[in-house]
C-alpha cells in the first residue's frame, strides 16, 4: 500500500506531556497537509507544505503546535504541553500540487487524560 | 466567514435505491471541490472531484452534479450498497487548503 502513512495510530498522553506524531507522504505528493478533526464534525485544516516550505498555518495553530518537514518528505507535527482540548483525530494529506485531490492518511487519534 | 454545509445530516435508503447528498457552499469563488466518505476509525476516502468550469462529472456508480447559480453541490451514488455507508463530506479548496462541512451520514438498510 503506498498510500500516506500516519504513526501512530493511536496516543494517549496526561495533560501537560508533549507529543510527536509523523506523517509520510505518497512519495510523488509534494503538498503536505495536516487536519483537526473532531468527533461529528469535518476535518479543520491546521498547516501545509510545499517541498519542505511551511506555507500557511491557521489561526487554530496556536504556539504550543510545530510542524516540520526537513528533507520534503515526511512531516511532524509536536504538541507541547498538551491540553485536553487538543483531544482529537490528527488528519494528514498529500497532493501532487493544487487544486488536486488531497489524499488522507488513517490519522492519529490522540486522547488526554 | 465562508463556510460549506450539508443540507441532510442524515440519510437512510434501501440497498439498491440511488441516494443523494447535497452541499451547499458559500464561497462563490471556489473552483474546486471534492467529495470524501469516511469509515469509522479512518480517514477520509477520495470519491470524486469537480472543477467550476464543469457542471457535472461521472466516476464508477458516482456523479456529482455542481450548481454555480445556487452555490449547490450534490454527489449521487447509484445502486446504493451496504459498503456505501458512511460520512460524506464535501469539501471546497480554497487556496489550496480544503474547507469541510459537517458530514451526512448514509445509512444503507439491506
Known amino acids: 500500500d503506498t498510500g500516506v502513512s500516519q504513526d501512530p495510530r493511536h496516543k494517549i498522553t496526561k495533560r501537560g506531556q508533549n507529543v510527536t506524531f509523523r506523517c509520510d507522504p505518497i512519495?510523488?505528493?509534494?503538498?503536505l497537509y495536516w487536519y483537526r478533526q473532531t468527533l461529528g464534525q469535518g476535518p479543520e485544516f491546521l498547516t501545509y507544505?510545499?517541498?519542505?516550505?511551511?506555507?500557511?498555518k491557521s489561526r487554530l495553530l496556536s504556539d504550543r503546535f510545530s510542524a516540520e518537514r526537513p528533507k520534503g518528505s515526511f512531516s511532524t507535527l509536536e504538541i507541547q504541553r498538551t491540553e485536553q482540548g487538543d483531544s482529537a483525530m490528527y488528519l494528514c494529506?498529500?497532493?501532487?500540487?493544487?487544486?488536486?485531490?488531497?489524499?488522507f492518511g488513517d490519522g492519529t487519534r490522540l486522547s488526554i487524560l | 466567514g465562508e463556510s460549506v454545509g450539508l443540507h441532510l445530516p442524515t440519510l437512510s435508503v434501501q440497498e439498491g435505491d440511488n441516494s443523494i447528498i447535497n452541499c451547499a457552499y458559500s464561497?462563490?469563488?471556489?473552483?474546486?471541490f471534492i467529495w470524501y466518505k469516511q469509515e469509522s476509525g479512518k480517514g477520509p476516502q477520495f470519491i470524486i472531484d469537480?472543477?467550476?468550469?464543469?457542471d457535472k462529472r461521472q466516476g464508477q456508480r458516482v456523479t456529482v452534479l455542481l450548481n454555480k447559480t445556487v452555490k449547490h453541490l450534490s454527489l449521487q451514488i447509484a445502486a446504493t450498497q451496504p459498503g456505501d455507508s458512511a460520512v460524506y463530506f464535501c469539501?471546497?479548496?480554497?487556496?489550496?487548503?480544503?474547507?469541510f462541512g459537517q458530514g451526512t451520514e448514509l445509512s444503507v438498510k439491506p
Open positions: 494529506a498529500s497532493s501532487f500540487g493544487q487544486p488536486e485531490p488531497q489524499h
Open positions: 512519495s510523488e505528493h509534494n503538498r
Open positions: 507544505f510545499q517541498n519542505e516550505a511551511q506555507l500557511e
Open positions: 469537480i472543477r467550476s468550469n464543469m
Open positions: 464561497n462563490s469563488a471556489s473552483d474546486y
Open positions: 469539501a471546497e479548496n480554497e487556496r489550496g487548503k480544503l474547507i
